[in-house]
């Protein structure tokens, strides 16, 4: 395992620690996870009653117990108040359009009692998906030559050909970042949380406990 897996790897173990202990997450607690794999549940002692919703393509086999329903995020099949909490990470950023992350909103707000939503921050100076300084920073049309010839996120994965052209196609079309104020939009009423990296707002998370 490289350095990079290993560090995302303890980020991702003690974010899962804190959203369980903050939620008070048991056996009973029934979860969805919008967007999510098994991976990030593997963290935790106790298994919530855990339904995973994520597009065709990201089915993957599921330990017992755990549901997945292949779907939209910004069209939940579930009824109101169905689960005692909705659970995203990384996910509202990649919906494409200011639009598209207002219905997500309104449904993690419709089918979750309580929710924890977590985005990267924009003004964090790694943009997280490519792991480059500051390219965020930059128009798309000027983004679009610089990521298109190299990033960190592919010096450091070795990823190539198609399934990089893809990811890097994806971000430049579909990407928005968010800060705390337009986060705090989408979610009026919920608290919004800094999660700090060496002093700096690395992600923020919007919370209705």
Known sequence: MGVFERASQRFRAKRMREFARDFGVTGETRVLDIGGTPYNWNFLAVQPRLTILNVPRASEAVPQGVDWVAGDGCALPFADGAFDVVFSNSVIEHLGSTARQHQFAREVARVGKRFYVQTPNRWFPVETHLLTPLVHYLPKRWQAPLVRRWTVWSAVTG???????????????DVLLLDRAGLSALFPGAQVVRERFLGTTKSLLAVRR
């Open 159 to 173: 990823i190539r050909g198609e399934r990089r052209e893809f990811y890097i196609e994806h971000y430049l079309a």
